[in-house]
């Protein structure tokens, strides 16, 4: 078995009086893919949102840095998170609208300074999507959402990330779009980037996910191996709209 990249333990997070995570507990192994699938509202961004220090949590998260050594992100400064070898691609893409689709690309690789290494990992990116290549100077803003999405992921594996947090990289898109998002992420998780994917599309994300936990109401209610979820009555019923 892999060793475990990134673990939560009894996460939880408040807004105001409001408790959004009741202790969300989830593991993360060198490797996989793993989805946490679940209603609007349910906790999943939230989830992702604590583990990249976007919102302050209590409980605790371990995650394996670059140098094997384990971190307690709850103790690490948060603009130095994506240093360790997590980045976070968020919900709505997040492009920075005015800059250009080689300058949103080259922020991603802000902390690094491997200058032929950041070359090579530019081109690899439009090898993974040709689109962003013919629009390389093009602002961001004027992209289809599609195209935003796919500049999201790209800036994000530009930090080098050993883990890959997606959220709702699906969200608004056309379907034959989705299929090429999701064939592109196996495909990154192939040439050796873990993944953590939140996804509304339940049936797209269980089918490439390795192992995937279902959040409901602030809490982990089910896990287990994506292709067995899939086929799970519950999940069924509840996410991929009945038989």
Known sequence: ????????????????????????????????????????????????????????????????????????????????IVRLGLAHSPEGRGVFPNLSVRENLILGAYHRVDHVEIQKDLDHCYELFPRLKERIKQKAGTLSGGEQQMLAICRALMAKPSLLVLDEPSLGLAPLIVAQIFSIIQKVNQEGVTILLVEQNAKMALKV????????TGLITLEGRGRDLLNDERIIASYLGGH
């Open 209 to 216: 996910s390795h192992r995937a936990y279902v959040v409901e």
């Open 1 to 80: 078995m892999s060793e475990v990249l990134l673990k939560a333990e009894d996460l939880r997070v408040r807004y105001g009086g409001i408790l959004a995570l009741k202790g969300v507990s989830f593991e993360v192994r060198r490797g996989e893919i793993v989805s946490l699938i679940g209603a609007n509202g349910a906790g999943k961004t939230t989830t992702l949102r604590a583990i990249s220090g976007l919102v302050n949590f209590e409980g605790r998260v371990e995650f394996t840095d670059k140098n094997k050594q384990t971190q307690s992100l709850g103790q690490v400064a948060k603009h130095n």
